[in-house]
């Protein structure tokens, strides 16, 4: 999803509007999220949860774990990575080579494997989301199909994109680690990330339709909001609800929905007021250090 949508915001987009969307789309949210996933972890007195000062300023930054802190939710992980393409992107676009954007891929999905199969390293995982360019890389595909039809070079990409990022998924599930599942077969694994990519096919195809609904403008809406509060909060709500002797299914259907209502709220409160002047914002800013004249 974020591969296709990314690039469709890039190709329409300058280099300043561009960035301006993506911190119009992930800063609010965000620090409205950590903000509150700390007055959860004291107001609960969930020490374990409970962050520095240092550490939720640095959290601040989206990216904690690059500036030697400690994330306050452990989901944030992901989207360090999310940024990291977006950087990848970003420098496509104002340096032009975005037009060549089958060329990059190619050059990304070699990188990829080549650290995969031959050498393994943790700065080309870093910077290069090598882990993760078959999935990114999927998503662009996809988005160029659609956009442009397919050709050769764009369906052979879009094939390696997928075995890749299955193997990828098999591989990562095999690994033993403390936080491993044994329980959760690699096949498991492999099995959902094909689906997706299918999923996908069968939109293109058009063997799938789905109308626009209001209901899936608010999911998408929402889901953003819902990724930066649900994790912890949702464990420190539904561990206080267990802790008071009540049903196991009920705590977790009540933490649920005070995730949900929160994820509301965040959007409604924080997102719509402060998505359009913050970008305004930003363009501005960008068009003044770049030397350029403002837009009147």
Not at 98 to 121: K, N, Y
């Amino acid at each position: 999803i974020s591969g296709y949508v990314i690039l469709m915001t890039a190709e329409r987009s300058t280099a300043g509007s561009f960035v301006a969307s993506r911190v119009a789309r992930l800063v609010p949210a965000f620090w409205i999220g950590a903000a509150c996933t700390t007055l959860f972890a004291f107001a609960l007195d969930h020490a374990e949860y409970q962050p520095t000062l240092r550490q939720f300023l640095l959290n601040l930054s989206l990216v904690p774990q690059r500036v030697g802190a400690e994330m306050i939710d452990g989901v944030y992980w992901s989207l360090a990575v999310e940024i990291q393409f977006y950087a990848w992107v970003l420098i496509a676009l104002a340096t032009g080579l975005l037009r060549h954007v089958e060329r990059l891929i190619l050059v990304w999905l070699m990188i990829a494997l080549l650290e995969r199969v031959l050498i393994p390293s943790w700065t080309i995982q870093l910077w290069f989301c090598a882990h993760w360019a078959p999935l990114f890389a999927g998503g662009m595909l996809f988005y160029r199909i659609r956009r442009e039809g397919g050709s050769p070079l764009r369906w052979a990409l879009l094939a390696a994109a997928t075995v890749m990022a299955v193997v990828n998924a098999w591989i990562e599930a095999a690994r033993v680690t403390p936080e491993s599942n044994p329980d959760l077969h690699p096949a498991i694994a492999a099995a959902a990330v094909l689906a997706f990519f299918m999923l996908f096919l069968a939109i293109h195809a058009n063997w799938l339709s789905v109308r626009p609904r209001s209901w899936i403008t608010l999911g998408a809406a929402l889901s953003y909001p819902l990724y930066v509060v649900h994790q912890n909060i949702g464990y420190m709500v539904a561990s206080e609800l267990g802790e008071t002797g009540l049903n196991a299914g009920l705590g977790l259907a009540i933490a649920i929905a005070v995730v949900l209502a929160l994820t509301w709220a965040i959007n409604r409160w924080v997102e719509r007021p402060l998505a359009r002047p913050l970008r305004q914002a930003v363009v501005r800013l960008f068009n003044v250090t770049s030397g350029r004249a403002p837009r009147t």
